[in-house]
Antibody
Framework: EVQLVETGGGLVQPGRSLKLSCVAS????????MSWTRQAPGKGLEWVAS????????YYPDSVKGRFTISRDNAQNTLYLQMNSLRSEDTATYYC???????????WGQGVMVTVSS | DIVLTQSPALAVSLGQRATISCKTN??????????MHWYQQKPGQQPKLLIY???NLASGIPARFSGRGSGTDFTLTIDPVEADDTATYYC?????????FGGGTKLELK
């Protein structure tokens, strides 16, 4: 059974940093692209970052480019999201996602809440 | 940027057909595939993949769900609607290695 378990969320002040982790199991991690998707309270879904299976290429929307960094450790089956210069609009539940194909998300974690507030 | 537009809400009677639309401002077809996908999200839960590449049913999803469309116009159909289908439905495109979602359509029962 595929499992994605996110950790690292919490309350952080604007301008500070936070790093999320996602431990994967139940599939061959180093064969799959991985992504982060977020959902602000009461709002829709927003893609945040993606990384190729080797980690050699990364992709971001303009809303987080230059502030967020996605990375992975294939030896530890773990995905990361380093979030710097956090803003109130980054407040959301962050989901670790993956799938059989890079273009859609078969697998979702339970999500981890990040609150950016003073 | 590719923008996806969905109607905010839809009310349907039990046993009837629900048709949810998603329109994009750019063509999401590429080399014979339409890079449009659909998800269901119930309150307090993570989203679940229903349909991938416009018309392919994801694993474990009942055949009451179907998807169609190409280019810039896509639909998700649920027929017949069951009580458990009350949820928010999102379309998502992945053309050009950018992944964007529609605003979601909340399906309610009449």
């Amino acid at each position: 059974e595929v499992q994605l378990v996110e950790t690292g969320g919490g309350l952080v002040q604007p301008g500070r940093s936070l790093k999320l982790s996602c431990v994967a199991s139940g599939f061959t991690f180093n064969n799959y692209w991985m992504s982060w998707t977020r959902q602000a309270p009461g709002k829709g879904l927003e893609w945040v970052a993606s990384i190729t299976n080797s980690g050699g290429s990364t992709y971001y929307p303009d809303s987080v480019k230059g502030r967020f960094t996605i990375s992975r450790d294939n030896a530890q089956n773990t995905l990361y999201l380093q979030m710097n210069s956090l803003r109130s609009e980054d407040t959301a539940t962050y989901y670790c996602t993956s799938g059989e194909d890079p273009y859609y998300f078969d697998y979702w974690g339970q999500g981890v809440m990040v609150t950016v507030s003073s | 940027d590719i923008v996806l537009t969905q109607s905010p809400a839809l009310a349907v009677s039990l046993g009837q057909r629900a048709t949810i639309s998603c329109k994009t401002n750019q063509n999401v077809d590429y080399y014979g595939n339409s890079y449009m996908h659909w998800y269901q999200q119930k309150p307090g839960q993570q989203p679940k993949l229903l349909i991938y590449l416009a018309s392919n049913l994801a694993s474990g999803i009942p055949a009451r769900f179907s998807g169609r469309g190409s280019g810039t116009d896509f639909t998700l159909t649920i027929d017949p609607v069951e009580a458990d289908d009350t949820a928010t439905y999102y379309c998502q495109q992945s053309r050009n290695l950018t992944w964007t979602f529609g605003g979601g359509t909340k399906l309610e029962l009449k």
